[in-house]
């Protein structure tokens, strides 16, 4: 399975249930790799997706503790377990988890490939990401160019579990 999120220098990646900041190149980057695929969120970052609606071209899986929670458009689960069982008819390379902070650290530990914007600035936050650069289970495979946005740099990383 791959993730796939965009982080500042400190690994934070929200503040009061938004992103950090919007890019429209790595937004851009988030649609052409995820479009097709399934992805798996919880109900935060479903509800604050525009209008709270499931993306378009996707196959939308929410995780969610709420037993009664329903979204058209979207397959809801309620444990990793059952979350995981539902993907196992996809192949793994195509289901990508999109966040929150809580889904990130419950279904880290089976992905093998993770997707990073890397925003070399610090932001105000409240969620973090596991710093991948700390974890000796993960290791730098790709790092694009420098990319600015107005005076914001980041860069593409992928990380693979060794």
């Not at 329903?70 to 196992?88: A, I, N, Q, R, Y």
């Not at 996809?90 to 289901?95: A, I, K, L, R, Y």
Request: hydrophobic share 35%; net charge negative; glycine share 6%.
């Amino acid at each position: 399975m791959n993730l796939i999120v965009a982080v500042d220098k400190n690994w934070a990646i929200g503040n009061k249930g938004n992103l950090l900041v919007r890019i429209p190149a790595d937004q851009k980057m988030f649609r052409d790799e995820t479009m097709g695929k399934v992805i798996v969120m919880g109900r935060k970052t479903l509800e604050s997706l525009p209008g709270g609606q499931p993306l378009h071209g996707r196959t939308n899986v929410v995780l969610t503790k709420n037993e009664n929670y329903t979204k058209k458009g979207c397959e809801v689960f309620h444990s990793v377990e059952e979350t995981l069982e539902f993907l196992k008819q996809f192949p793994s390379e195509n289901v990508y988890i999109i966040g929150g902070e809580t889904i990130y650290k419950q279904f880290l530990p089976y992905c093998d490939v993770a997707h990073v914007t890397w925003i070399d600035y610090e932001y105000l936050a409240d969620t973090h990401f596991p710093n991948l650069e700390k974890d000796p289970d993960w290791h730098v495979t790709a790092v694009s160019d420098e990319q600015t946005y107005f005076d914001l740099c980041y860069e593409y990383r992928q990380y693979e579990r060794k």
